[in-house]
């Protein structure tokens, strides 16, 4: 029985437009290790015995929670379900972990590694170095990098189709940017595939993500940034952030330009609502320079 509500549940949240597929999963293993004790409702004793199986109080936390959520909407249903408690595990406190502000010398580097890549004279190491400058130049995600299509280049710049919140939206490219494009797509268009990705690897196939994390690690890593078995360190997102940082850098220093700015940086960085941008900003030393000399003014009463 509660595989059918599981379904429904499922059901429901696709027919709402949602992926629902990390929620799917976890709440598929919850279901299963129910109904494996002969479960037949959801019970908050039963919820809590799974999540504290998980490996870490995150993990555990984000099952709790998950398991919950599903135990709400069935108990709309059908009274006998269970609804255990929010902070049945404690109450978790989200870290935020600081993003790594690349460089331009980092950025140097981490392209000329991706260029050095074997097998030299092949497409792999251009399609790296492409899309490790795409991820830099226009702070797009790493999914939407990957699923560039060659019809997503236009005159106006890349077309983002339907990904994150199912919105698309057309990415301006610098003209330093479009020239790098187009000498890749003039290596692009001499493979031979029948792919209609953008980024393809020497097989003729899009890149795949678990293929460009381990490149990105191995690169990363052959640059002195990340230790042999370091697992801290720059991650491929702190692109995001960094293009975020050093487009606020370079904005002009008053407030409505500053004002403009964000509005504009949320709308090219794809975000629902103009506060998930701010997530993506950190304290830079151009940054705390501009806050100082703003307060400075704003001290002395001049307008800003």
């Not at 502000?101 to 590694?113: C, F, K, N, V, W």
């Not at 031979?192 to 890593?221: D, M």
């Not at 801290?232 to 050093?246: K, M, N, S």
Request: aromatic fraction near 6%; proline fraction near 4%; charged fraction near 25%.
């Amino acid at each position: 029985m509660l595989s059918e509500d599981l379904d429904r549940h499922i059901s429901l949240h696709h027919a709402l437009g949602f992926k629902f597929r990390t929620q799917s999963l976890l709440l598929r293993n919850f279901v299963a290790y129910a109904e494996a004790r002969g479960d037949q409702v959801v019970s908050a004793d039963r919820v809590l015995a799974w999540a504290v199986e998980a490996p870490s109080p995150e993990q555990r936390r984000n099952r709790l929670l998950e398991a919950r959520r599903f135990a709400i909407a069935m108990h709309a249903e059908d009274s006998r379900h269970e609804i255990p408690a929010a902070d049945a595990l404690g109450r978790g406190l989200f870290t935020r972990r600081i993003p790594y502000i690349y460089s331009e010398e980092d950025i140097r580097q981490l392209m000329a590694a991706a260029a050095a890549l074997a097998p030299a004279g092949t497409i792999r190491p251009v399609t790296f170095a492409t899309l490790f400058g795409l991820l830099v130049a226009t702070g797009m995600r790493i999914s939407e990098a990957l699923a560039l299509r060659l019809s997503d280049i236009t005159d106006d710049g890349l077309v983002i189709e339907k990904t994150k919140f199912k919105k698309s939206r057309l990415l301006p490219l610098h003209p330093s940017t479009r020239r790098a494009l187009d000498a890749y797509l003039e290596v692009r268009l001499r493979a031979v595939t029948e792919s209609a990705a953008l980024l393809i690897g020497n097989t003729g196939e899009a890149v795949a993500y678990p293929t460009f994390i381990a490149v990105f690690l191995r690169l990363i890593r052959s640059i002195g940034l990340r230790g042999s078995s370091d697992r801290g360190g720059p991650r491929i997102h702190d692109l995001r952030h960094t293009f975020a940082v050093r487009s606020l850098e370079h904005c002009p220093r008053s407030a409505a330009a500053v004002s403009r700015h964000i509005v504009g940086l949320s709308t090219y960085l794809g975000h629902a609502h103009v506060t998930d941008t701010y997530w993506y900003l950190q304290a830079s030393p151009a940054l705390m320079t501009h806050i100082a000399d703003a307060g400075e003014a704003l001290q002395r009463g001049e307008a800003q």
